[in-house]
């Protein structure tokens, strides 16, 4: 029986996305006992107060519906112009709306991302500073950045690197240390 469910959240829209190829690979890599998931995007729009609560987006609902249920968050952060990609700010804003920050607050979160040079750090750091004001509590160690644009991941957004997939074994370890030490499981 599984006994923590975790969402998996990617900022990019993208097909060929390395950063969702990092969820897909978590997906492989998850031991019995998590269940995991990931939130679909696609049809998110922009947040807009002026949307009545009662007028909410199916693509939203679904996603208010895994986060409710879910003990933990793995984030894949993209890097756009230095900080994170809207698509995932704009799930993260969605979210903070709802009654009493429920979906997020006190909720553990592992981050990890694939781009340019610096490998995410850029963005991850200003999602880290996100996270302080939604009251997510990311872990801090073992951090995860990688390029983009390396043979770590293949044509379509796999991650094929070992050292790397070692890596991500290590980070769901950790998430679900975590996510104990926190108490949410
Ligand atoms: C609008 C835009 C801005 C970008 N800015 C950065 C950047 O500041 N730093 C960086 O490392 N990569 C940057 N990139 C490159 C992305 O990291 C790269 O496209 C990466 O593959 C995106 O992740 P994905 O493969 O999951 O879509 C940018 C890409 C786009 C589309």
Known sequence: MSNLN???ISGSLRK???NS????????????????SIADLQQVPFYNADIPADGKPEAVLK?????????????????YNYSLAP???NIIDWASRQPDNALLAGKPVAIMGAGGGMGTARSQYHLRQVCVFVD????????FFSSAFSESYNEDGDLVDEHKIEQIKEIINALARW???LAVK
């Open 179 to 181: 996510s104990k030490t």
């Open 87 to 89: 698509a995932l700010k």
């Open 16 to 18: 060929q996305s390395r």
């Open 6 to 8: 975790i969402l998996g």
């Open 21 to 36: 190829g990092l969820l897909r690979k978590v997906a492989e890599l998850v031991p019995e006992n998590i269940s995991f």
């Open 63 to 79: 996603i208010f519906d895994q986060m409710a249920k879910a003990d933990a968050f793995i984030f894949a952060c993209p890097e």
């Open 136 to 143: 997510l509590y990311p872990l801090n160690k073992p951090e």
